[in-house]
Every structure is written in structure tokens, then in C-alpha cells.
């Protein structure tokens, strides 16, 4: 029998709490009935929504913090009061002392990202972290990363992403060899920033087993054009938000337009099980969850706005990549990288000498 | 009685050349009949269209060139066999010479710049030119610059974007005081990027009369939260394609719902104005044409894959700036810009004299 998956739940997290957490949770293990949860918080708003979802609280263990991290904190803030005693942090330490396999937390990214940073410390060979999000494609979904964990990159750090995106992408979509696009402005060679040209170099001529199918630009993303899109920290930042506002935007024409006359309303009615199947196809619950990749341990960011079915979905990806190995997979990938760099290094090292 | 708009062609841009240009131009007469038209490109493929077009050919004059800049061209080649002769160059130097207002050619992106910067030079006070695009939102149309005419900004650059993508506002949109944002990621003053936090604050203290509104994010854009959307090329360039991506993603979910079942195709049927009006606002032909700002004279690019419709659009762009004085907004602009740069410089002078 294989072991359960163990998650780590910051409780307290995002704008409702347990109200909304622990719902979701509850959904997660409907789905997944080999899973278990360790929830941090408040223990007198945990305990009575907890109970009202018996199966949940069976394969449940509840750790009383009084310290929550709030939605507004600064990252400084919230390791000032929330350090070491917080239910954010004590979910994170929860993986560190090998208690639990992922973590997850709607709580503020920001702080998040701080506090794992810091509790967890980054993977050898990986400087800064990167948050990988899921994209609804024609094609089914991508992997985007980063989508705002740190602005700023240079060759490697974006050659650190594909590495790790790749990783997710077999761990997720089950995928055996992932297409892995840099994202670009024209997708010649010589276009674009230096360092995205330098990062396609490496991919392209080193021995990382990678497939890279070269420069992308941002209208791929939707066509599913590759499995992993990567890119800087504030450009995938812009478009993720860029493409959830063109959505709205649309949805909103859609829904204007439909109200418009008798016989457009007739017709949404006609059409209804189409303008469902659009919704679920667009619907941001389902997509829920960002991962912060490059740290000693996962963590799963949810949306702080999110409903159960939303929180769900990010307990449920922090499950699949827990199940299908994504940390393994990620060292797997680092010590190719790290093995080719050794490689270029030692190689440079014959030219000086000769 | 006002006198008509020039308009300077190259109608060997684009994908279809004179086949397209010209009916796009006959269109765009119809509409603004105090339009005059200088084409440049050769005259056996231009004439026979023309001829076929009377009352485009009663206010249009030809100029006989054999060299066209092809689509794939480098800048760097399109220099060399197409400056001073190519009929991208001379639709140009039309401008420069006073013979013609703007410019509009769907010719390849990269040679137009190049051809534009060397043709018609800089204005005072500009270090780099911007491509303008037109952003149809929830509250009708934004401008978003640059979206690529150049990579990597600093402050000042986003400064001089911002008052020249004011100026293009109120003259294209009639607005007295449009509304101005800096993309980033995160409203507060303290996020994002180091030159766009100083842009941010010249914007908000100097003494440029600009209605400033602060940062946005990427899904403000769709929204229209502000008139122009000011950032660097490569960032606005990913989000334009993403948004476009998005759009085109979500068209294709609606096609596939709508042909799944009798039951929805009866209601796309019923629900034809509904889609109607969506397609007409979504469509890319409509908001085709964006500008080069930053120059000694007006440049339209068109999209080099459009059709009539959408290439009348682009020369309509140029109708409108030109009628409504664009090059003065810009001028006056900057010089308020280049007033409070001299002030700044002024006391930093007095700081340290005393």
C-alpha cells in the first residue's frame, strides 16, 4: 500500500480562514481519500467547521497558533510577528521536519514567499525562487513560470526555471518529455533581451536533457504552442493579469450582449450547456494554485480570494505533485544542469591551460 | 475652408501590397472626404487598382519607385537597399519634406523603425521613440505605448512615453485631461521595478500637467482604469500579444460550444446580434494601426496581414492625429516636460551653490 500524502494547511490563511480552508480541504479529500491533513491556526474556529466534515477530521490533526499572518502585512512585518509561531510558518516547518509533504497557504504571497525562503532555503544550485502557475491552453494547460516570485533574472536563473517548470510539467501532466519555450518579443534567434538570448544558448547547446523548442511570444500561451513557458518575474507577472483582464473583458462583452435584446436572451437559453462549458473552461477556480519552485520543500500558493472548490484545486495540485515525485524530479533535473555546468567549466578550463 | 489631410503611402507594404492598400485607402476617402493621398511603389501594379477606385484616384497622385522593402528584411538590409529609394523611404521623406501630413505604411515593423528614426530624426528631448497601440476596453479605447518599438527603459524614457501618449489621447479621443498609468506589478508606490518607481515620482511631483493615476496591473488594462497605459517595449509587447492570444483562445472555446449540439447551434442562431456586437468590438481590424511616437513626423504602422477594412482603419488613425494636431500636443507637451526638467536642474544648481 502506498503512504498517504501528508499536507500541511496554513489554516488561517486568505481572506475567509477555516471558513473557506477547511471546506476545501474537505473537498480535496473526497477526491483523494489517501490523503491527510495537518492544519495550523486557531483552534476555536478550526475545531467547529472541522467537525461538520467528519471524514475530513478523521485523517485531520489540529496545531493551536494564536499568530496569523494578515492579508496586508509587509513580508518584514510578518516575519517580525509571525516567525516561528505563526500558522503560516508553523505549516512550512511542518515539511521542514519532514511531518508533512506540501504545504499549502492562501495566505499573502508576499509573506509566503518570505517566510519560505527563509524556513526552507533554496535548493543547491538554485538562486531565487520562481512562482509557477497553471494556464488554461487550446491545448489543454501550461506551466508559466515566474509569475511574480522575484522581478529581475539573468541566463541561468531562467535556465533554472526551465529546469524546474520541465520537472512540474512531467509531474503534473504526466508528460515524458515537456516542450519548454523562453518567452520572447519574435522568435528569431536574434531578438530580444540579452539574457533570454544567452539562457536560449544554453538550452540549445548544452547537455541539459531538455526539450526546448525556443523562443515563444505571448499570444503561444494561449495556443499551448509549449508545455512550460518561462520567463522573467514581472513579464509573467503582466501576463498572466493582462490575460485575466482581456478574459473579464470578454466575458463581460458576452454577458452585455446577451442581455441585450429578447431574442439574444433566448438564445443564451439554447446555448446554455456551450456558455458552460466556456466557463468551466476559463474558470479561474480551476486553475487555482501557484507553486513556489526552487525551495527545500513545496508549497502551494492559493488565491487569498478563492471559494472551496477553488482551495481545493490548489490542495489537490500540492497532491499531485507530492504523489507524482515533483521534488525528486526537480533534483533529478538540477544535477544534469549542475553536471553540464561542471562540464562548460572544466572545458573552459582546458582552454586557459592549453 | 480647412485644408485637406496629405496622406503619404507606401503601398508596397504589407503582405498584399497595392491589392489591399488601395481599397483600404478608397474606403478611409469615403469616409473622410478632405483626404488627399501620395502613393509611392510601382506604378503597373498601383495604377490598375487605383483606376478602379475614381474617386480615390481624383485626389491621389502616384510616385514611381521599383524598390520595396520585402517583409522579411532586417533593418539593417532594408537600410541598404531601400534608403533613399524604396517606396518605405520616400513615403517618409514625403513627410519630411512638408509634402504630406503622415505616414502609413503595413510594411515590416523593424525596417519602418529603422527607416523613421534615420529619415525623419528624433524630436528634442527624445532619446527613444514608441509604438502606440490602440486597446479596446470595458470603457471604450485605452493607448498602450511602447509596445515594442524599442527594449529596456529608464525613467525619463517612461516620462517622455507618458506626455507624448497624453498628447495622442486628447487628440484621438477628445479627452481634456486623460488619465495616465505606469504598468507594474502591484499599485503601491514601493513595488515593481526600480525605473518605473522613479518615473512614478517624477510624474507625481514634477510639474508636467499630466493627470497621473499611479501604477496599474495588467488586468487594468482591459478594464480601462486609465487612457494610456505607459511602459517599456518589451513588457507591453508581451502583454498586447497575450491579451491578443487570449482573445483568440476564448473566440475558439465559443466556436467549439456553439457546434457541439443542435440545442446551441439553434441558439448561436438566436443569439446572432449578441456574438455580432462581440466580434465587432473584439475585432483587431478595428483597432489596427499603431503609431510611432517620438519622431519629427507622423508614422502609421498598419498590420502587415490585413485587409481593406482593417488598412482603412490605420489611414483613419492618421486622419484623426493629424487632423486634430498631434505633433503640436506633443511639441507643447514636451516643452512643459523640458520646462520642469530645467527647473529641477535649476535648484539642484542652487543646492549646490549655496
Known amino acids: 500500500m502506498v503512504s498517504p500524502v501528508r499536507i500541511s494547511i496554513d489554516a488561517m490563511g486568505g481572506d475567509f480562514g477555516p471558513s473557506v480552508v477547511i471546506p476545501g480541504c474537505a473537498l480535496a479529500r473526497e477526491r483523494y481519500p489517501d490523503s491527510e491533513f495537518l492544519f495550523f491556526g486557531d ?3 478550526i475545531r467547529p467547521v472541522l467537525d461538520a466534515h467528519p471524514a475530513l477530521a478523521a485523517v485531520s490533526t489540529i496545531e493551536h497558533t494564536d499568530v496569523a499572518v494578515r492579508m496586508d502585512d509587509k513580508p518584514s512585518q510578518a516575519l517580525r510577528h509571525g516567525r516561528r509561531r505563526s500558522s503560516m510558518w508553523l505549516s512550512l516547518e511542518a515539511i521542514k521536519a519532514g511531518r508533512a509533504d506540501v504545504a499549502v497557504s492562501a495566505g499573502n504571497t508576499g509573506a509566503l514567499m518570505a517566510m519560505s525562503k527563509l524556513c526552507l532555503r533554496m535548493m543547491a544550485g538554485i538562486e531565487r525562487p520562481a512562482l509557477a502557475a497553471i494556464w488554461p491552453t487550446l491545448r489543454g494547460e501550461s506551466i508559466v513560470l515566474d509569475v511574480g516570485a522575484t522581478i529581475g533574472s539573468d541566463a541561468e536563473q531562467l535556465v533554472g526555471f526551465s529546469v524546474m517548470g520541465e520537472a512540474m510539467a512531467r509531474a503534473l501532466f504526466g508528460v515524458h518529455r515537456p516542450k519548454v519555450g523562453l518567452l520572447n518579443i519574435g522568435v528569431e534567434e536574434v531578438k530580444g533581451l ?7 544558448q544554453i538550452l540549445r547547446e548544452g547537455n541539459i536533457p531538455i526539450d526546448y523548442a525556443g523562443f515563444i511570444e505571448g499570444d503561444d500561451i494561449g495556443k499551448g504552442t509549449v508545455d512550460v ?3 522573467e518575474g514581472f513579464t509573467g507577472n503582466i501576463a498572466l ?5 482581456t478574459a473579464k473583458q470578454i466575458a463581460e462583452y458576452l454577458r452585455q450582449g446577451m442581455r441585450r435584446s429578447l431574442l439574444s436572451r433566448i438564445g443564451f437559453l439554447f446555448a446554455k450547456a456551450a456558455f458552460d462549458t466556456l466557463k468551466e473552461k476559463m474558470d479561474p477556480r480551476k486553475s487555482n494554485g501557484g507553486v513556489f519552485l526552487g525551495l527545500n520543500g513545496m508549497v502551494i500558493k492559493s488565491h487569498g480570494g478563492t471559494d472551496a472548490e477553488g482551495y481545493s484545486a490548489a490542495v489537490a495540485l500540492g497532491y499531485h505533485l507530492s504523489r507524482n515525485g515533483l521534488m525528486k524530479k526537480i533534483e533529478d533535473g538540477l544535477g544534469h544542469y549542475d553536471r553540464d555546468r561542471a562540464v562548460v567549466a ?3 578550463a582546458e582552454v586557459v591551460d592549453s
Open 43 to 45: 483552534e476555536s474556529m
Open 346 to 348: 572544466a572545458e573552459q
Open 229 to 231: 513557458v518561462v520567463c
Open 241 to 245: 493579469k493582462t490575460a485575466e483582464g
Open 194 to 200: 540579452e539574457y533570454i538570448r544567452a539562457a536560449g
